[in-house]
């Protein structure tokens, strides 16, 4: 699911790949790259489940301003995965509601 061989903007640079785990799966991804793009690369679209009626909502804006990509990053909820960046070993869950501890 990556470009790797853009016509414009040229090949994707070589990067540490590094192993998160998602929903308790392990990927690899890109150092650095936001959560967003790791986890879509890996085929997850759905980041959260809405609080009243548990629609699925993935990434809208891709720049921080809404809220349709959180998830729980290494516990805390309410993360937004489309600026947040990877790091080794992070765990990312999907969110439902307003995830444990904010309900």
């Known amino acids: 699911m990556r470009v790797i061989h853009h016509p414009i903007l040229g090949d994707l640079p070589e ?4 192993k998160i785990w998602v929903d308790g799966k392990e990927i690899a ?3 650095g790259e936001p959560i967003a793009a790791a986890i879509a690369a890996n085929g997850t679209k759905i980041h959260r489940y809405t609080t009243r ?28 995965t ?22």
Do not use: S
């Open 53 to 80: 009626r548990e629609e699925p909502r993935g990434v809208f804006c891709g720049i921080g301003q809404c809220t349709d990509c959180v998830m729980v990053v290494n516990g805390v909820p309410n993360v937004r």
């Open 29 to 31: 991804a890109r150092k």
């Open 15 to 18: 990067v540490r790949q590094v």
């Open 82 to 103: 489309c600026i947040t960046p990877v790091t080794e070993g992070m765990t990312v869950e999907t969110q439902h509601g307003a995830g444990r501890g904010g309900r």
